[in-house]
């Protein structure tokens, strides 16, 4: 018998702020399929998707068959983003690389588009995924009323109300905020790495380093040189004869 999820009391988000927004260029853009004009707004909106999952993703990591599928109208956008959270490279890339608190909370993020609320919902979800396993986690998830209402069938997910208008800084991006590896494998894999310079590195402008002929390359070459004069003569009136310095002229 499986474990009932467990009650958590939501908190003030963004997202559950209803207000009116004025679009702009901080909004997130919608990709769903009940506006698409053409082949190329679909393979943006594979793209979209993509993105918000793997946050990016390589050629071996997409998923070809689903995208097919996509393509050809059998699944929906739920049915797609489904494929992706259930794919080998998702689960290699968070889910064998995190406790199951923080794969919890990246798959929330990507899946809802808001932060967990609290320790509570993150162990709800966790002991979803351990009694239930990935795919029961995924499964409910998808089956949220929450999520349903949200984005639906038709919907790529999105951070939802990460700029409010009142504000002038918004809410760090997920992948930003939820790196893909947590404090303990950063260190196993030998980063962040801090590396000292004891040499301060000058930076010029592109327009105003030298081109060739300019005299300033030769700056250094002419200091290298080092001239050395002729020392001038020291000499006293009394040492000099005038009878013999003077010439004289014979008639």
Excluded: C
């Excluded at 050809?72 to 890339?93: A, C, E």
């Excluded at 795919?135 to 409010?164: C, H, I, M, S």
């Amino acid at each position: 018998m499986a474990i009932p999820l467990l009650e958590y009391s939501p908190i003030s988000q963004n997202q559950r702020v209803a207000s009116y927004e004025v679009p702009g260029d901080e909004q997130p853009r919608v990709f769903s399929t009940e506006n698409l004009l053409s082949a190329t707004d679909l393979d943006i909106l594979i793209e979209a998707a993509y993105r918000q999952i793997f946050f990016h993703a390589f050629a071996a990591d997409r998923e070809r068959f689903l995208e097919s599928q996509l393509r050809s109208g059998q699944i929906t956008v739920r049915d797609f983003i489904r494929g992706l959270l259930l794919s080998n490279t998702y689960k290699r890339s968070f889910y064998d690389l995190n406790s199951n608190y923080r794969f919890v909370e990246q798959t929330v993020q990507r899946v809802l588009g808001r932060d967990v609320y609290n320790n509570r919902e993150k162990i709800a979800w966790s002991i979803v995924v351990a009694t239930k396993g990935i795919k029961g986690f995924v499964d409910d998830l998808l089956n949220t009323e929450e999520y349903l209402e949200a984005f639906g069938y038709d919907t790529v997910p999105y951070q939802r109300r990460r700029v409010l208008p009142g504000r002038t800084e918004g809410e760090l991006p997920f992948n930003i905020k939820s790196p893909r590896y947590d404090a303990y494998h950063r260190g196993q894999l030998g980063f962040p790495q801090v590396i000292w310079q004891t040499t301060v590195r000058s930076y010029a402008a592109p327009d105003r380093k030298p081109t060739a002929g300019n005299p300033a390359l030769f700056l250094s070459m002419a200091q290298s040189i080092n001239p050395q004069g002729n020392v001038p003569q020291r000499l006293s009136v009394q040492n000099i004869d005038i009878e013999k310095s003077v010439p004289y002229r014979r008639k």
